[in-house]
């Protein structure tokens, strides 16, 4: 299979949004401050994913603006989507 035919089957898994892209900047704060942010790792060990990366950030939004980004999300709407599961394994996840 040629790459022009792959990208072609690519295009009608996952085929481009039908809504345009909402500008999330509407829901943030024009105060923002990068200082406040803070990060916590965290230690994947004790689920047998030693190695592997995983941290949180706090102060990233404030609870107002979580409400306003969630709304823009659920006011967009969702579909379902292939997600990766794997060398060559796609799943359908349905929300």
């Given amino acids: 299979m040629g ?17 345009p892209p909402v500008p999330v900047t509407s829901a ?3 105060d923002f401050d990068p200082s406040t942010i803070t990060k ?29 980004l969630i709304k823009i999300s659920e006011d ?4 379902p989507a292939f997600v990766q599961g794997g060398v060559g394994n796609q799943v359908l996840m349905k929300g």
């Fill in 40 to 68: 916590e790792d965290l230690d994947l060990t004790p689920i047998s994913q030693q190695g592997k990366l995983a941290f949180l950030l706090h102060n990233v939004f404030t609870p107002e603006e979580c409400k306003a």
């Fill in 76 to 79: 967009t709407g969702y579909k």
């Fill in 3 to 19: 790459q022009g035919q792959s990208q072609n089957i690519l295009s009608r898994m996952n085929p481009p949004a039908e809504v």
């Fill in 28 to 30: 943030l704060s024009p």
